[in-house]
């Protein structure tokens, strides 16, 4: 395939969105094709931190981790390649909100979209919705003017790791909705199973205990981490937080089912990103953006619905709900709705997706751009200069681990050394080696893969208008390359809010 194809349905898109969606935008009410008919509510439901293959239903282990996610699949769709395009927490949910890349609403890191970026808060407000959240509200706030109609969120990170808290305060929500008889929109954010994880017996203030506690003997260590003891000991902690996030998420389907909301609720199900451990959140793997959707859309999606062939991703996510629900779209957005999916009907143009990291948490700028397709998957590490050292807030027992295994095991050592100072580029046949651990990006044999990846990835900074493509031009020259990143990151933003 030309790199140029993956970009053509996009292209269309756009052209379109700026000319017949634009005439729909002069009305913000709701435009249902059946004036008659009760408005379509949304519920988006985000666990933090939860890695896709720790659902049963997304062939993870052990297979009883998640029986109410389980049981929700079955009456819904999965998307087994399904993406978020920013694997860290506050730009994954700006992306979400916005339907655009980072550098396109200016949330490259810890900070809010510019004012005056369209985002759901406003577009579902101006529709006569109420917006609610619960959880995570500075993070999933997109402008910092935005004011949600109800919100529940407190410093302590056990306050979403309640699952009693949780269902009480959907049903206050869900019964003002129906005194004030209004649709709603509401984002239900869990801190599980972002750390600290769960250690039985000491949970954190505010947190429950999950249903049900985990031992490294029931650990299944995915193929991007080496199977040490440290690592299983954290990863069974990890369990039992997954587990919680998974008790929340039963007991806020109970709220809905109790609202009598059910059946004119569509729910869409993700993670923000992957699971908080060395080569997964706050980079660009698979095992990093790959998040485990679910939509729950009664009378439309068929139950038990797999989709395993269409990349669908976070920027997609509003102007599919928006179409779902007949809200106009703003002129301007980078995803596409995926409501054809839903239908049961192909779409074209979905034969990759493309991920970033610009600044993490602390603000420290490591930038990393990824396109990936079904077969191979290539990342530009710009900041990769054979010194500077990568580290982030995801390491915990799992990396101590790696480090004293690394002195006297070389491939541990090398293991190690590739995530502290990784290459300027990777390139990986994601269809052999889904971990990621051996990069091809000198293999004479894939020349031709990889140059055609780049061409696209290469593409999709144009197109997007990526300010890093400079950068990625000059990546063979480090001293231009560096040149070309001035301005971009040089100082460390104040960031809005921390991790």
């Known amino acids: 395939m030309e790199p140029a194809s993956l970009l053509s349905t996009r292209r269309e898109f756009l052209h379109l969105a700026g000319g017949a969606l634009a005439l729909t935008l002069g009305s913000p009410r709701l435009a249902r094709a059946d004036k008659s008919a009760e408005p379509l509510n949304v519920l988006l439901f985000t666990a933090d931190d939860l890695h896709y293959r720790s659902l049963g239903c997304f062939d993870g282990a052990p297979k009883d981790l998640t029986p109410n996610m389980d049981a929700f699949a079955e009456k819904g769709m999965r998307f087994h390649r399904a993406h978020v395009n920013a694997a860290i927490c506050m730009p994954s949910r700006i992306v979400l909100a916005?339907?655009?890349?980072?550098?396109?609403?200016?949330?490259?890191?810890?900070?809010?979209?510019?004012?005056?970026?369209?985002?759901?808060?406003?577009?579902?407000?101006?529709?006569?919705?109420?917006?609610?959240?619960?959880?995570?509200?500075?993070?999933?706030?997109?402008?910092?003017?935005?004011?949600?109609?109800?919100?529940?969120?407190?410093?302590?990170?056990?306050?979403?790791?309640?699952?009693?808290?949780?269902?009480?305060?959907?049903?206050?929500?869900?019964?003002?909705?129906?005194?004030?008889?209004?649709?709603?929109?509401?984002?239900?954010?869990?801190?599980?199973?972002?750390?600290?994880?769960?250690?039985?017996?000491?949970?954190?203030?505010?947190?429950?205990?999950?249903?049900r506690v985990y031992k490294p003997a029931d650990v299944t260590v995915p193929g991007f981490l080496p199977d040490l003891p440290g690592v299983r000991e954290e990863f069974c902690t990890y369990l039992n937080s997954a587990r919680r996030c998974d008790d929340t998420f039963g007991r806020v389907m109970q709220a809905l089912k109790e609202s009598g909301f059910e059946d004119r609720t569509l729910v869409m199900f993700l993670s923000d990103n992957g699971i908080s451990m060395p080569f997964a959140k706050a980079n660009c793997y698979l095992a990093s953006t790959r998040t485990p959707w679910i939509v729950r859309w009664p009378g439309v999606v068929k139950a038990g619905a797999c989709d395993r062939e269409h990349f669908i991703s976070g920027v997609d996510y509003l102007p599919t709900v928006l179409e779902a629900v007949g809200i106009p779209a703003p002129k301007r957005l980078d995803g596409r709705s995926f409501l054809p999916l839903l239908k049961g009907q192909p779409q074209d143009g979905r034969d990759a997706v493309f991920t970033q990291i610009d600044r993490l948490s602390s603000g420290s700028a490591f930038p990393m751009r990824c396109v990936q397709t079904e077969r191979y998957g290539y990342i530009f590490n710009a900041w990769s200069d054979g010194t500077t050292t990568y580290s982030n807030a995801n390491e915990g027992m799992t990396m101590r681990a790696m480090n004293e295994a690394a002195k006297t095991g070389a491939a541990i050592a090398e293991r190690v050394r590739m995530f502290r100072n990784r290459a300027l580029e990777e390139f990986y046949d994601l269809r052999e080696d889904p971990d990621c651990l051996k990069n091809l990006i000198n293999e004479p044999k894939l020349r031709k893969e990889r140059d055609a990846l780049v061409a696209t990835l290469r593409a999709w900074m144009a197109e997007t208008g990526d300010p890093l493509l400079k950068a990625f031009d000059s990546r063979q020259d480090e001293a231009a390359r560096k040149k070309a990143m001035r301005g971009i990151f040089d100082a460390k933003p104040k960031a809005t809010v921390g991790e």
């Open 98 to 211: 916005t339907g655009l890349y980072g550098h396109n609403s200016g949330a490259m890191g810890f900070v809010n979209a510019r004012e005056g970026t369209p985002n759901a808060i406003d577009i579902f407000q101006k529709a006569g919705y109420l917006a609610g959240i619960l959880g995570k509200v500075p993070h999933s706030t997109p402008c910092q003017s935005n004011k949600w109609d109800y919100s529940f969120d407190q410093p302590q990170l056990g306050n979403g790791r309640d699952p009693e808290l949780y269902f009480q305060r959907c049903a206050d929500f869900f019964a003002r909705c129906k005194r004030e008889k209004k649709p709603f929109y509401i984002m239900v954010n869990s801190h599980d199973p972002h750390r600290p994880f769960h250690v039985p017996g000491k949970p954190i203030p505010g947190a429950k205990e999950p249903s």
